[in-house]
């Protein structure tokens, strides 16, 4: 039972466990041929990644998906470990120059909530089993008395057990 549970879980919601980063990119339709960038920002002026076409869908070994929209893209984060920085997403024009469309803080995925998602997914199953344990294992342990009180006057009690 727990297994199924679990199951469920992850096939119902595995999608919200997963901590993405995502960086929309639109451009204006003169551009809509133009490659691709993906780049961190190294100095103010300055950017090192990765250029790319409109037919690519994944990036640098698995590690980064692009969607295209109607005169968008976005850049996936799929996999934790990338470089904390500034990123940006743009276009590259014939003589070479980069037409920035977007840019954001990446930070490395490695963060509190990113493993706070995984874990409620691990801990979720769990839930139920302790509380069921637990419940059985305070009745295994409780001892059942009676407690009769006999008043016989207002400063005397006998309590028998």
Same mark, same amino acid.
């Given at each position: 039972?727990?297994?199924?549970?679990?199951?469920?879980?992850? !096939?119902?919601?595995?999608? &919200? !466990?997963?901590?993405?980063?995502?960086?929309?990119?639109?451009?204006?339709? #003169? %551009?809509?041929?133009?490659? #691709?960038?993906?780049?961190?920002?190294?100095?103010?002026?300055?950017?090192?990644?990765?250029?790319?076409? #409109?037919?690519?869908?994944?990036?640098? /070994?698995?590690?980064?998906?692009?969607?295209? /929209?109607?005169?968008?893209?976005?850049?996936?984060?799929?996999?934790?470990?990338?470089? &904390?920085?500034?990123?940006?997403?743009?276009?590259?024009?014939?003589? /070479?120059?980069?037409?920035?469309?977007? &840019?954001?803080?990446?930070?490395?995925?490695?963060? /509190?909530?990113?493993?706070?998602?995984?874990? #409620?997914?691990?801990?979720?199953?769990?839930?139920?089993?302790?509380?069921?344990?637990?419940?059985?294992?305070?009745?295994?342990?409780?001892?059942?008395?009676?407690? %009769?009180?006999?008043?016989?006057?207002?400063?005397? %009690? %006998?309590?028998?057990?």
């Amino acid at each position: 039972m727990p297994s199924l549970v679990l199951i469920l879980a992850l !096939a119902l919601g595995v999608c &919200e !466990a997963v901590h993405w980063q995502k960086l929309a990119c639109s451009y204006e339709i #003169r %551009h809509e041929d133009l490659q #691709r960038v993906w780049c961190r920002q190294s100095s103010p002026d300055c950017c090192t990644g990765l250029i790319f076409n #409109r037919s690519d869908s994944l990036l640098d /070994g698995g590690k980064l998906m692009v969607t295209e /929209g109607s005169q968008s893209f976005t850049v996936t984060v799929l996999k934790p470990g990338l470089e &904390e920085g500034v990123y940006w997403c743009g276009v590259l024009t014939q003589d /070479g120059v980069i037409i920035k469309l977007a &840019e954001r803080f990446f930070d490395s995925g490695v963060t /509190g909530t990113y493993i706070w998602n995984i874990a #409620r997914w691990v801990l979720l199953p769990l839930l139920p089993i302790v509380t069921v344990f637990t419940n059985v294992y305070i009745r295994s342990k409780s001892k059942t008395f009676t407690v %009769h009180f006999n008043l016989l006057s207002p400063r005397e %009690h %006998h309590i028998h057990v």
